[in-house]
């Protein structure tokens, strides 16, 4: 990881009217990571990536890409930006080779190597049976790659995927999804998204923004441990009195599920696991499912988002 | 800037659109060329003894021309509708948005892709008088005077119809208010004919098209006709470009 960050997000703040979209919102993006933009419909993602790409001037804020200040030296710092918005932008009655040459023809790829851009372009989108198909012809699917291979056509620094993957079939999705981890290879990736599982697959960074507010900002793996919770299920044939199961060192409450199966909250520093085993064979409770539960990333996600609402409204 | 014009040309030629209004434009043309003719034909007689009687660029020509200035108010309001308005329907500005490119290269490129078509019809609607040169003297002086003022004249209504595209993301919205201002710019000087008072008057007569097309027409060439065309141009040019602009900043 380098030093400098590519592109460096200070203090952005958008005004819809007088409705505040994006208050105050800060962070970098370091070479070769993909950045996931996590949060529920409305909360600023796309307006984020919009202020990003240019497409819309923050009302406060600086934004450097490599060393350019986007409002300053807008040209300099476009050129080192892919953009993918929420609808892809395309020329419906352009095939898919014209289109893409007129897109690096904008992003000033010199005739030289023209060709060969978009022949890369189009490789790695997974495009080479359709260059001559209209644009409008395609499938929603094929739509997005060609957005994607628009927006990575000039090899730029940093690639902004916003929703890549809505309104897309599963197995479109997870195409889409194969084809960004390939574009992470080579590229930093911002990649906006309401989808959870989306993220944990394909990004080392999460930030989760609500209501114009970045409350979230660690590694994949922080998102991780968050997801860790205090839980053992597990089904006994024979159980024992559930004084029995209190008694195990660390275990709080016993909750039973049906009369064979129980959830076990347990204090996050002992883990009676061990313990738990050890007595279920000696005692013979015929132990047959042993589970650590985990929170599901949804209901992290909804954590994360009531945590700081409660700490908004008590500092109101 | 021009990979933008010839972009914006080569997908105007991938409309039906297009062609249907080319075709169109053109057989109405000729329809009133052949009845200018006809005209002429019937009249021929009468003047040829009258010294300094109007000729063939006079009777024919020179008509042709004011009446094709109409057929493009009609049209030119169709081809520039689109223009930005439906990039904006579509979605797609912000591919030109987030490239490396200026508001002002993303205008002037839409531009002088439109501008280049109806260069093309005007080349097309000028072979027409031209091919009287085959069996009569023209005036060529008068005929290039006329061309000139009759691009001069699209070339405005090119820029007022990008600038009434670039503020709705409904084509037909753009079409109508364009046609609708071309036609108040043709008729304004209207108001002038009845006299209310001689200031607005002149006001009116100064920004009717129609004042500063005739005399092009006549064969005059004044430079505040020129300059009134050029002005219309980059005015609206410029509307457009602070239009978009103020986009970025909602």
Not at chain 1, 29 to 38: D, P, Q, S, T
Not at chain 2, 143 to 157: N, P, Q, R, T
Not at chain 2, 195 to 214: C, D, V
Request: glycine share 6%; proline share 5%.
């Amino acid at each position: 990881m380098s030093s400098s960050p590519l592109l460096s997000a200070q203090s952005l703040s958008h005004y819809y009217g007088t409705h505040l979209a994006v208050n105050n919102v800060s962070f970098d993006i370091y070479k070769g990571e993909v950045l996931g933009f996590l949060g529920p419909n409305g909360a600023g993602k796309s307006t984020t990536m919009k202020m990003l790409s240019g497409n819309l001037a923050p009302n406060h804020g600086q934004i450097m890409i490599n060393g350019y200040d986007l409002l300053r030296q807008p040209k300099q710092a476009k050129a080192h930006i892919g953009y993918l918005p929420e609808h892809p932008p395309l020329y419906k009655e352009l095939t898919v080779k014209e289109f893409l040459y007129f897109c690096a023809k904008i992003n000033l790829i010199s005739s030289k190597h023209i060709n060969s851009a978009i022949n890369i372009a189009i490789e790695r989108c997974g495009l080479s049976d359709m260059t001559k198909r209209l644009i409008g012809n395609l499938s929603k699917g094929y739509q997005q790659r060609v957005g994607i291979a628009q927006a990575i056509i000039h090899t730029p620094a940093v690639v902004i995927l916003d929703e890549p993957t809505s309104g897309l079939d599963p197995i479109q999705i997870r195409e889409i999804r194969h084809l960004i981890r390939d574009i992470a290879s080579e590229h930093s990736v911002i990649l906006s998204t309401h989808i959870l599982p989306e993220v944990q697959m394909l990004c080392d960074r999460v930030q989760i923004i609500s209501r114009g507010q970045l409350i979230f900002n660690d590694t994949t793996t922080g998102l991780n441990k968050q997801r860790q919770a205090s839980n053992l299920l597990c089904t006994l044939l024979s159980p024992p009195p559930l004084a029995a199961l209190q008694q195990i060192i660390g275990v709080i409450t016993v909750d039973t599920l049906n009369p064979t199966q129980f959830r076990l909250h347990y204090q996050p520093e002992i883990n009676p696991t061990a313990e738990l085993l050890s007595r279920a064979v000696t005692q013979q409770w015929q132990l047959t499912e042993l589970m650590p539960e985990q929170h599901s990333l949804e209901d992290v996600f909804m954590n994360i988002i009531q945590q700081e609402s409660s700490i908004v409204e008590q500092t109101i | 800037m021009f990979t933008l014009a010839r972009n914006e040309l080569y997908r105007l030629f991938l409309s039906p659109l297009t062609w249907v209004v080319l075709a169109l434009c053109q057989l109405l043309v000729a329809y009133l060329f052949l009845t200018h003719i006809d005209f002429f034909m019937q009249v021929q007689g009468k003047i040829s003894a009258i010294p300094g009687a109007p000729g063939v660029t006079e009777m024919i020509v020179i008509p042709l021309l004011n009446n094709a200035a109409t057929i493009l108010l009609l049209i030119a309001p169709l081809i520039t509708m689109r223009l930005i308005a439906e990039e904006r329907r579509n979605n797609s500005l912000p591919l030109l948005f987030s490239a490396p490119l200026s508001i002002l290269q993303i205008v002037i490129g839409k531009y002088l892709g439109t501008l280049s078509f109806f260069i093309i019809l005007l080349m097309l609607i000028s072979l027409m008088p031209l091919s009287l040169s085959l069996g009569a003297d023209l005036d060529y002086g008068v005929i290039a005077s006329g061309l000139l003022g009759l691009a001069l004249l699209v070339a405005s209504f090119t820029a007022i119809g990008l600038f009434l595209s670039s503020l709705t993301a409904q084509p037909t919205i753009a079409a109508v208010s364009t046609f609708a201002f071309l036609f108040l710019l043709w008729i304004i000087d209207w108001a002038g004919n009845t006299q209310i008072t001689a200031e607005t008057s002149n006001l009116f007569n100064w920004l009717s098209l129609l004042r500063h097309y005739e005399p092009l027409l006549q064969g005059e060439v004044n430079s505040s006709d020129l300059a009134y065309f050029l002005i219309i141009i980059v005015v609206f040019l410029t509307f457009t470009i602070r239009r978009l602009d103020a986009e970025r900043l909602n």
